[in-house]
Each structure stands twice: as structure tokens, then as C-alpha cells.
């Protein structure tokens, strides 16, 4: 991979990250960066709020990457702002484009070093986002590059939302940036938190970023566009039901069974699949929605005739969907993927015992952007 210079970030540590703030938090933090002119009462007049609207449509509406741009604010407000705070947590440090032109993973650094990925692939009619939710991972599934490195640390709020944005602003640029197959200007259409880490596991940051990215007054996107894939931490689907937002959710199960499921996601050990299969129940009873279970086919392990009918058997009665995803290869792994003939047999015998199933599409393999696959420690 081709490494672009890290350009210094622009934000020191005394700068207040404007993507980590709520609406209010945004209010207080502009209210306090200067003199404001004195009412009669001897109080400081607040900054209008429609001069708040304003940096947040620069932000979420216009994806604006520096104060400069935002050219309805007067300079002054510009300057100080350009002064006192950041508006670009991450940083692109790499950039590649799959062959076909259809999916780009880029690479970005933090302001303390660590580094996440973010992949965009494109479909007939979607442009979907892949994020993380973490640099690193803790929960150690056996398949997944991601797990080899550990957990580095959360990502905050601010550092999800912004993955967002420099793809919605790569879409909404003509001729900016590598090239894809894609007639821009154009948007993000769907958004899953698919990438480096277990949302769940970050339940406070990601649910402020997703609340961020479906605000009305934030980048606007409908929730049930947004999908939450997790390995199953039991009590944070129970937590996620009560959210009352459409968001999609996608559990990553990959076994019928817990000794089998166990070898592959530790995570098993300790919530069982019986246990959480009758949390996915709880959270369908309660939110009337279509859960997608993924199951990565690993040859000679989890693909045989028997475990289709076991896993059939298990959903048989959940209002769900299996998403079958060919193990990407990673390295230092004895996983090999299923061949595409027995992918089809497991996926029939499914559709035959009445579990609605499907073969994911594989993306940007030869740029290492598949599922499983983004571990940034080898690149950077
Ligand atoms: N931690 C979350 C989300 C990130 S992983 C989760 O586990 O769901 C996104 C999906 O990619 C999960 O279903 C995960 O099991 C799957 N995955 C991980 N490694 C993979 C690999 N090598 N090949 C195919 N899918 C993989």
C-alpha cells in the first residue's frame, strides 16, 4: 500500500473536537470562545442559535473539513473557532480502490497515533459504508484479523461520526479524490458498523454516533439505513431493543452450536447461544424487527450438510435472515473458505428447512477490505 504523508494534525490537545459535541454542548462551547456584546440586564448576549444551525450544517450538511470554509460566519467567529477547536479527528493516511472500482478502504489516524479503517463499497443503488466502532478488538474471534492485534482503545463518538463524513464528502465531490466507479456528486445511502471492533462493546460512544448520524440537525440519515453488527454481549441487546430507534441489527453467529461457536467466538463461553438467541427473541418481541444473523463459511469446520439442519433448526420460528459471508482470508490462520458449491448446498438446505438465507457478495478482497480483514497494525 501506498503511504501518503501524515500531514501534522490540526488539533492540539487543547482543542475542542467539535464532532464529540451534542447540540448543547456545541451552544455552550461557541458561547464561551469570546466577548459577547452585554444586554441590558449586564448578561452576555448567547451566540444566535441560528449562527449554531449554521456551524452545524457546515458540519453535517456540507462536510466542511476547515473553519475558512464556512463563509457565512463572520471571520471573527472563523478564527476563534479555527483557534480553539478541530473539526477533523481522523486523518487519511491511505487510501486504496479495489480493481473493479467498486469499494475504497481508507486508512486513519487518530491524534494519539492509533488507526482505524473505514471501507465504501458501492452497489446497483447503494453506497454503503463499512466503520469501526474500535481501534483493535477484545473479543478474540479466531477468523478475524482484527482480534490478532487486541483492543488498542474505544473510538469516541466524534470518531465514528467523522469515518462518515469524509466518505459523504468524497461522494458529494465531483472530481476529488481517487477515482471510482460512481457519478458524483452523490451520498452515503447505508451505513454498518461492520468494520475494526465490537460496537457493543463501545455502547455508549456508538449509540451517541448513531444518534448523531440520524439527527435531523446531524448528517440526517434514517436509522433503519444503519446496521449494528455484534457477536452477541447479551445484556447490550437487551439495552438496544429499549434504544427506540429503527436501526438494523446483525449478530454475528457462526455456529449452531455453543462447543463449536465457542472454538470460533470465545465471547461464547461466557453467552451461550441458547442464551442468545432468546435475547435476539426478547429484542425481536419488543421491536417488531428483522434480525440478520451472518455466518462466515470456514471449510471443514462450521460448511458440513448436519450443521445447516442444526442452524435451521435453531432459527426455525426467529423473524430473521442468514447472511452468508465467504471467510475472507487473513493471515497466520488455519481457517480456509468454503468452496462456492457446498456455500450453495449450506444455503439451500437452509432456504429448505424455511430460514430465509442469502450468500454475501464479496468486496475489495485484494485491497484486504473484507469483512474480517481490516487490521490496520499490518499497514500502518
Ligand atoms: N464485532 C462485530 C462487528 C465487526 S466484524 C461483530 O462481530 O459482528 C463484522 C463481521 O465480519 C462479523 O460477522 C465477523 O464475524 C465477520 N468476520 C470476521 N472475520 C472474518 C473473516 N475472516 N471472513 C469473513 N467474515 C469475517
Redesign the pocket.
Known sequence: MKTIPLTPPDNSPISRSLLDCSPQELTDFVNALGPRPKRANGKAAGVPTYRIRQIQEWIYKKYARSFEEMTNLPQALRDSLAAKATLTPLQPVTQRVSKAGDTQKVLFQMPDGETVEAVLMLYDRRRTLCISSQAG?A?G?T????AQGGLRRNLTAGEIVAQVLFFARYLSEAGEGPKMRVKRPTTVTNIV???????MHNYDNVWTAIRRLTAADGFGLGARHITL???GLIPMIDRMSDEGLQVNL???L?APNNPLRSKLVPLSRRYPVDDLLASVRRYIAKTNRRVTF?Y?LMRGTNDSPALAEDLADKLRGILCHVNL??????PD?S?QPTSDRDTQRFAEILQKGGISATVRIRRGIEIDA????LRNAAEA
Do not use: D
Not at 193 to 199: F, H, N, S
Not at 370 to 373: D, E, I, N, R, S
Open positions: 478488538c473479543m474471534c477468523f478475524c484479523a482484527t458498523l461492520m468494520g475494526m471492533g465490537e460496537p453488527s455484534t457477536v446483525a449478530v454475528s457462526h451472518e462466515a459471508i465467504p471467510l475472507n482470508p487473513i490462520s481457517f473484507g469483512c474480517g480483514q
